[in-house]
């Protein structure tokens, strides 16, 4: 991501991180400061010393009372951030933050029992034509195996729940991912980007059979790219990279991307940079002007 040396950066975004109640909002965004620069340290919700939900009402409930604002810098390009609480008491919080955000990562935890109420924000994004994502947060705890975490929260969702990417295990603890656009896979870094490797012998398999799931979803959008799946033909990956970002910017499709944010292994980070990544796919946002109506949502929030 990023902007190539000699051309213009583009312009400001503003992001919701919204989703059910506790499902990782506040540290996402702990995980996106920390991988940005902006705080040396990431916090968890759990000691109290993340840099939103710092008021002392939000310390006492443990959770999210008002919105998070943080603007970050991410290889040159702007990003305002707003963490959406997930408490029902305050649903009118996240709705006024939609009306000034030009795409949301919406968060949510591998819990079928969750489904509802994932289905309640997702159908005010597809309303609002806001295009989005799912961060499946606390993959790590997860009792469900990954190939049928999708199948199990697509109920909630009218579009396609799209994988993006597999995780690499080791040990039980997320180390890494592979891009299924790519084909390429990362292992993640402490404090530094993540480092490409070879995609591991036991999951070559597994990530052509999702790979393709992947192509056979976008290809419903897309007539020539099915003729080429049909044909055994194996499609360019600018081609891929198109129509993802299109069919996400009109929001045909909901790319689905798993992670831990809280993991201190340097996997918070590397789902920091997860999320920069697929909201680069989304290209110059249509609605950048939106950002100007971020300032009257900081008085009923914390700028952090």
């Known amino acids: 991501m990023g902007q190539a040396q000699g051309q213009p950066a583009r312009s400001a975004r503003c992001i919701a991180l919204v989703g059910p109640y506790l499902s990782g909002k506040t540290t996402l965004l702990e995980a996106i400061l920390a991988r940005t620069g902006a705080i040396t340290r990431q916090g968890t919700t759990a000691a109290g010393n993340t840099l939103g939900d710092a008021s002392e009402e939000a310390r006492h409930h443990g959770m999210s009372v008002e919105l998070n604002v943080a603007t970050v810098d991410f290889l040159g390009d702007n990003f305002t951030f707003l963490d959406c609480p997930g408490s029902i008491e305050f649903q009118a919080d996240a709705a006024h933050a939609l009306t000034a955000c030009d795409a949301a990562v919406v968060v949510c935890e591998p819990d079928e029992k969750k489904v509802p109420a994932l289905q309640l924000i997702l159908k005010q994004l597809e309303d609002r034509g806001i295009p989005h994502f799912l961060f499946i947060n606390k993959i790590d705890k997860a009792e469900t ?54 995609i591991p012998d036991d999951l070559a398999a597994r990530e052509k059979e999702a790979r393709f799931s992947m192509l056979e979803k976008l290809a419903d959008y897309d007539d020539e790219l099915m003729e080429q799946l049909l044909s055994d033909i194996e499609p360019p990956r600018d081609r891929v990279f198109a129509d993802l970002s299109r069919e996400l910017s009109e929001g045909q499709v909901t790319p689905v991307l798993l992670g831990s944010a809280e993991n201190g292994n340097g996997s918070g980070g590397g789902d920091a940079e997860l999320v920069f990544h697929r909201l680069d796919e989304l290209g110059e946002l249509e609605h950048g002007d939106r950002l100007q109506l971020v300032d009257p949502l900081l008085g009923a929030g914390r700028h952090v």
């Open 145 to 198: 195996r990954v190939r049928d975490i999708v199948p199990m929260l697509q109920p909630a969702s009218t579009k396609p729940l799209v994988l993006r990417q597999l995780p690499i295990w080791e040990n039980d603890i997320v180390t890494g991912f592979i891009d299924l656009a790519l084909e390429r896979a990362y292992v993640y870094r402490e404090h530094a980007p993540s480092e490409v490797i070879a």
